[in-house]
């Protein structure tokens, strides 16, 4: 069951772990956190965690148990990430008629994203199979009268209409299968949610990332302060093409944004792979992010209910040797 952070009790907010288990334990132990019974525990503060504990890294199986074990005992929540989602998309079998036998085809490219999360747990098959059903429990966004949080992006109107039809903010495994179908309900809430605000790149131009992917969209920004240029919304460690950069926002495209206006509550995201040191983007908008298998820092914010977002509050651990996985 999915409860809204207590007022009574400060919450940690912490961003992407993707297994680095040992980072999490020194970021717990920096924040205050202390291992009884065999859960991390802090006597006035629990743990929002962001999404994104699995893939990537060297110990996803550990950092999984940690983060379960705290929810299990009422020491923290979690919500879903992208990579939960993909790893319940490629685990789960379609429907009969689908033109694949998984909801997430087993090509190169996605293989390689779960490749680490499902070796970790091959000789833990039933183990893993518990995880799996567990996904089903974690939110995909968490309101209170204080700030929100959700793995990518805050829509307002699909969020209040996610909870309007289905009066949760939890998935189910027929809506799993809904969010496959192209331009569904389902599949709009878990790609914008999830994954963010995207724009076509214009004229036939692609992104080569870092990961040796190209690309045919950039993720934007889901908030806007008269932007005029394509850098002016782009949000993803990946640069834009230089033709691009100065290029001018048609009105069609400055529509399409979504803003996020500065009267609203705080917001948490993790996702998007942020460097330098952690602090607000704006007053209410913070990203946890900060690329910690990556040879970056995991990072937390200390929220205590303020209405503007504080830079002293961020707490965050550089990520221990043993956990980075080289850049591509």
């Not at 110990?59 to 879903?80: F, K, N, S, T």
Request: a neutral charge; charged letters at 25%; hydrophobic letters at 35%.
């Amino acid at each position: 069951m999915v409860t809204v952070p207590s007022r009574s009790k400060g919450v940690d907010l912490i961003g992407d772990v993707h297994g680095c288990a040992l980072t999490l334990i020194s970021l717990l132990e920096t924040l205050g956190y202390q291992k009884k019974n065999g859960v991390y525990r802090h006597p006035t503060r629990t743990v929002l965690f962001l999404g994104d504990v699995v893939d990537r890294g060297p110990r996803i199986r550990e950092a999984l148990h940690i983060v379960r074990d705290m929810v299990d005992a009422g020491a923290a929540q979690m919500l879903m990430g992208n990579h939960e989602y993909n790893v319940l998309c490629y685990s789960t079998r379609s429907r009969p008629g689908s033109d694949h036998p998984y909801l997430r085809e087993h090509s190169p490219r996605h293989t390689r994203l779960v490749k680490e999360t499902l070796e970790q747990f091959a000789n833990y098959s039933s183990e893993w199979h518990e995880f799996l059903e567990w996904f089903y429990t974690l939110p995909l966004f968490i309101e209170s009268d204080r700030f929100r949080a959700v793995h990518a992006c805050w829509d307002c109107e699909l969020i209040d209409t996610f909870r309007e039809k289905y009066q949760s903010s939890c998935i189910d495994e027929d809506f799993l299968h809904a969010s496959v179908v192209k331009d569904s309900f389902a599949g709009q809430v878990m790609d914008r949610l999830l994954r963010g605000t995207d724009m076509r790149l214009p004229d036939g131009e692609v992104i080569v990332g870092k990961d040796g992917l190209s690309r045919k969209f950039f993720r934007t920004k889901f908030w806007s302060d008269e932007p005029r240029t394509y850098q002016d919304i782009v949000f993803q460690p990946d640069p834009l093409p230089e033709t691009l950069v100065n290029r001018r926002l048609s009105a069609i495209e400055r529509r399409q944004l979504l803003k996020y206006d500065a009267d609203q509550l705080p917001v948490f995201v993790g996702h998007y792979w942020m460097s330098g040191t952690p602090a607000p983007i704006t007053p209410n908008i913070a990203c946890l992010d900060y690329s910690a298998v990556k040879y970056g820092k995991l990072a937390a914010y200390r929220m205590d209910g303020e209405r503007f977002l504080d830079k002293n509050k961020f707490v965050w651990v550089d990520v221990i040797r043993q956990e980075c996985v080289p850049i591509a």
